[in-house]
């Protein structure tokens, strides 16, 4: 009986240190990605935040120039791209996170398939 033939166990503590050791074992397998990969893992979600939130800004800062209100253009549209960024950079991430379930266990994979 091999390692993936086996029943997951019932305890949850069991099953949490099950997966946290597979999880190990799938990330030394995974030697091509180590800390360049992480590296540009962050620079990705630091830029995906910081384009969207310094581009409201800018925007918000020549409506505040050109049509001056009550209300800050700026700060609105800065927030708005920083929510906008923040939404792109969970996206980015969690597809990556899908990929990497998907390629380490092809039940999971499957179970995407037939979910999306």
Request: charged content about 25%; overall charge neutral; hydrophobic content about 40%.
């Amino acid at each position: 009986m091999s390692e993936h033939d086996r029943e997951p166990p019932e305890d949850p503590l069991a099953r949490r240190i099950a997966q946290r050791a597979a999880s190990r074992r799938r990330a030394r397998r995974q030697r091509g990605r180590g800390a360049w990969f992480g590296l540009g893992m962050y620079g990705m979600v630091g830029w995906s935040i910081a384009v969207p939130t310094v581009l409201g800004a800018l925007i918000g800062l020549w409506i505040d120039t050109r049509w001056p209100s009550r209300y800050s253009w700026t700060l609105m549209l800065m927030v708005a791209g920083l929510l906008i960024g923040c939404w792109n950079a969970w996206f980015w991430v969690s597809l990556e996170q899908r990929e990497i379930r998907g390629r380490d266990d092809p039940e999971a994979a499957e179970e995407n398939e037939s979910d999306g």
